[in-house]
């Protein structure tokens, strides 16, 4: 598993949008980095209206936020309108990225293999993980206080 210290994986996955998002692009930025099971989920809608509605308070913290499931761009589009959620959202659908960051369930509910964890990482401007969470139980949230207060200490 991912730590703080190591260096963050990089990846290149299609937007909602369908553009091409690499993490290797955001360097100069810190990046809170979410994978999450579905779109359209109880939990999963829960968790990104918060960010949604606290995206000013992480702009403050010069973090540019990036939400990743293994849902299709389609899928994430749609939901995206719908929720008008103000980040970009990250399809998985190859399961690459999940890997990479070891946030990916070997089976989830009803049978399915290939979900995303929710998960939570912090990356510095260098491209540095400085907070991992990788959560077991999909019905709980990443802790965010945590996350607020890792980005609070890379503005020094």
Request: net charge neutral.
């Amino acid at each position: 598993m991912l730590q703080s210290g190591d260096k963050a994986p990089d990846f290149a996955l299609r937007a909602s949008d369908k553009s091409l998002v690499k993490l290797s692009e955001q360097r100069g930025k810190n990046v809170v980095l979410l994978f999450f099971p579905f779109a359209f989920t109880g939990v999963c809608t829960k968790e990104l209206c918060y960010l949604r509605d606290s995206l000013a308070e992480y702009q403050q913290l010069d973090a540019q936020i990036l939400a990743v499931s293994v849902d299709s761009p389609y899928t994430l589009a749609k939901w995206k309108d719908e929720q008008g959620f103000n980040f970009p959202m990250l399809s998985d659908f190859n399961k690459t990225a999940s890997k990479k960051y070891d946030s990916l369930y070997k089976e989830f509910g009803l049978g399915l293999k290939g979900v995303s964890k929710r998960s939570a990482f912090v990356i510095d401007k260098e491209g540095i993980v400085r907070y991992a969470e990788v959560l077991e139980n999909a019905g709980e949230l990443p802790d965010f206080e945590a996350v607020k207060q890792t980005l609070h200490s890379l503005k020094v």
